[in-house]
């Protein structure tokens, strides 16, 4: 057993190799900034109590952002959560951020089992899998908390991997992984198939891409009109938030229809007045390009894949989903590093060798851009991982943990959003100024959303006189308050 271990290594070492730097890069990024009050409530947090919720056998709501008692499904329809909750008993309010960084390799050696698969030598495919894992989408989700549709865009790979080995059952079952990660996964996973049709010239194969697209726009449009607002209190799908071009999703296609110029300029104009938002979508088009974009050129039927996606983006109310920054980008990961496979599959091997060291600089370079300097606004320390800010706390890290320990496990309490991440496991958790029923309130006198700065300061200093609530001294930022009314047990 040991020798054949031994041999596995020797055989693919360069791979293993790329896998292990990268995933010190990845812990250096997600558990330090974890460790150090830099994951928040929207959404590590509240998708860890969802966690937290499920292992206790108890659904979860949208209370904790929302302050309603309205089912978390019918916010963003997500049964990984569900899948995964056994595995809080052994990670706690980290369970998420392994789960994530796992679902990374899982995904880049399903993108080297690809590229063997479509006889591409084992040094390449060790390359399109650094392609894969160097891509900047990666790096803009895992420094930005824990997202459901990261971990689903990397099965992809072995979607496709069965695919074309003809093992639908196989195939079918990641297919079914990736449509419950997030209703919108449905749509993309219609485009994907689509694209699929047109890339395989088998009849059989062919015959189940348009299968998979079919059951896939079905099942989204079971879930925005029938499903999710079946479980919101408004009875509506709220996720629809593209006024510029209507209201509604029959609006929104019947404005594309009608206007292709306009809709088409869209995708690369801003649509609001900011003159600060000028050039994001153009600069998260060259992200995009130059993380493997360039190669849909060579593979036209990958564009057919990414235009839901940039029309989701780019259509948005939201501004931030238009950057490169977040979890807006994971669909580019895998389509890129599939797209080279498929690029480079029948070249020689030094013309092989040429296109995969390009991608792979390119898609470096876009990395470090991001982590250097964008248009769009982007927390950079939170991705330095090779700078000492990354490591430096910017609040006392004792100070909160004394604080959290003396709330009690069976009180409600409203915190500042970095701090509901280490208090999942509480009677009840809101993000702050939600109060409710809290017993306590954990703040700290530094950021402040969804409030103002300025907002947060003058709400401490009314906590501070009110009658209602007493200040328990923690440190000089850090402020804990107990409500008067209940006596209770400061005790861990």
Known sequence: MIQRIIGSIKKHGLFIGINLFFCVIYCLISFVNHYNFKTFALDLGLYTRALHNYAHFRMTTCEMFLGTQENLLCDHFDLFLILFSPLYWVFGNITLLVVQIAAIHFGAYGIYRLALYSSIKKIPSAFISF????CFGIFAAVSFDYHSNLVAVCFLPWFVLFFKQAKFAWSALFFVLILIAKENMAIWMFCVCFGLFFIEKNKQQRKMAALFAGISILFFLFLILYL??????????NSAKFS???ATYPEILRSILSHPIDAFILLFKSHLSDESLRFVKMETWCFWFFAGGFLFTLRPAFLLMIIPIMM????HDDFSKWSAGGQYNVEIIPLAAWCLIEAVKDMSFKKQFFLISLTALLSVAATIHLCDNTIAYIDK????FYQKSHYAPYID???VCRAIAKIPKNASVSAQSAFTTRLIDRKNIYQYPIVKDAEYILLCDKGGYPLSHEDLLKNIQNLVSSPEWSYIPISKHIYLFKLKQKNLNLSP
Request: glycine share 4%; aromatic share 10%; hydrophobic share 35%.
């Open 131 to 134: 392609v894969f894992l160097s």
């Open 228 to 237: 999710m607002p079946t479980l919101s209190i408004e009875k509506t799908y």
């Open 244 to 246: 510029v071009l209507g």
């Open 312 to 315: 989701q983006k780019m259509y």
């Open 381 to 384: 320390t939170s991705k330095r």
């Open 397 to 399: 890290h004792d100070a």
